[in-house]
């Protein structure tokens, strides 16, 4: 039996250790002991990209932007979804991350950041998506843990009021945000709909493929509810939510 072998460490903005092992074929990044990701499981990574970017196929010259780098599913889906013309932006917070999928992890999807189409920024993503009016297509979050942040107390700032409706006003006309999350939350969507005013589909996937027990979540949402993928389900408001919805439509149309 071939053992599981620590390759790299780094430390989290929160000081935090983050360490990437290797056993055979296989990589595994955990925190402070925790797996977070696993190249045994990237269906739900791959779902992210065909979910966000659905709308996208047969597109002339696409942009998108990728919120989390993590083994390079996400991105390696994306770029196989889009024609030559497409432009992909790849935002991740930590460098260590962008060393290891260079020097380790890049031959799990034949090196995507190699690809020309791709653009990588290095650095915090809300204060990217702020500066970039109308300019992406889709938009696709798979930052620490989703909702529930694991690596950085300052990533929940993306999940907030705040860091969604930024995506809603970086997104072109008809452009979809999809975010990723390893557990559902009803606080989330709550936010995404009545709070943000999107039209939103949530979806539930597995972890793997052909997996029935593990399952992760993506909600994919947009202004334009026409755009949104078919098969997921649409969260409701409770009444309380439906009335601080009414009348927050009624104060912006006044």
Same mark, same amino acid.
């Given at each position: 039996?071939?053992?599981?072998?620590?390759?790299?460490?780094?430390?989290?903005?929160?000081?935090?250790?983050?360490?990437?092992?290797?056993?055979?074929?296989?990589?595994?990044?955990?925190?402070?002991?925790?797996?977070?990701?696993?190249?045994?499981?990237?269906?739900?990574?791959?779902?992210?990209?065909?979910?966000?970017?659905?709308?996208?196929?047969?597109?002339?010259?696409?942009?998108?932007?990728?919120?989390?780098?993590?083994?390079?599913?996400?991105?390696?889906?994306?770029?196989?979804?889009?024609?030559?013309?497409?432009?992909?932006?790849?935002?991740?917070?930590?460098?260590?991350?962008?060393?290891?999928?260079?020097?380790?992890?890049?031959?799990?999807?034949?090196?995507?950041?190699? &690809? *020309? @189409? $791709?653009?990588?920024?290095? #650095?915090?993503?809300?204060? +990217?998506?702020? !500066?970039?009016? /109308?300019?992406?297509?889709?938009?696709?979050?798979?930052?620490?843990?989703?909702?529930?942040?694991?690596?950085?107390?300052?990533?929940?700032?993306?999940?907030?009021?705040?860091?969604?409706?930024?995506?809603?006003?970086?997104?072109?006309?008809?452009?979809?945000?999809?975010?990723?999350?390893?557990?559902?939350?009803?606080?989330?969507?709550?936010?995404?709909?009545?709070?943000?005013?999107?039209?939103?589909?949530?979806?539930?996937?597995?972890?793997?493929?052909?997996?029935?027990?593990?399952?992760?979540?993506?909600?994919?949402?947009?202004? &334009? *509810? @026409? $755009?949104?993928?078919?098969? #997921?389900?649409?969260?409701? +408001?409770?009444? !309380?939510?439906? /009335?601080?919805?009414?009348?927050?439509?009624?104060?912006?149309?006044?």
């Amino acid at each position: 039996m071939k053992p599981t072998v620590k390759i790299a460490t780094t430390r989290t903005p929160d000081g935090g250790e983050m360490e990437l092992y290797k056993h055979d074929r296989d990589f595994t990044i955990k925190i402070n002991d925790q797996d977070l990701m696993s190249s045994r499981q990237h269906e739900s990574e791959l779902e992210l990209a065909r979910l966000g970017c659905a709308h996208l196929v047969g597109s002339k010259a696409p942009s998108v932007l990728i919120g989390g780098l993590g083994l390079g599913y996400t991105l390696r889906q994306v770029l196989d979804m889009l024609g030559p013309h497409a432009k992909v932006v790849v935002s991740e917070l930590l460098s260590s991350v962008v060393e290891w999928n260079r020097e380790f992890l890049g031959e799990l999807n034949g090196q995507p950041l190699d &690809d *020309k @189409r $791709v653009d990588l920024k290095t #650095g915090d993503i809300v204060s +990217l998506i702020m !500066r970039s009016k /109308s300019q992406f297509d889709a938009i696709l979050l798979d930052v620490d843990n989703g909702p529930s942040a694991m690596t950085s107390s300052e990533n929940s700032r993306l999940y907030s009021y705040e860091g969604i409706m930024a995506c809603r006003y970086a997104l072109r006309k008809h452009g979809c945000l999809a975010v990723w999350s390893a557990e559902p939350s009803k606080k989330f969507e709550r936010l995404l709909v009545g709070g943000c005013g999107l039209h939103v589909s949530r979806f539930r996937v597995p972890a793997y493929k052909g997996s029935k027990s593990q399952s992760r979540f993506v909600w994919v949402a947009s202004e &334009d *509810k @026409r $755009v949104l993928p078919p098969g #997921g389900g649409e969260p409701r +408001l409770s009444r !309380r939510d439906e /009335s601080k919805e009414s009348r927050r439509s009624f104060r912006e149309g006044h």
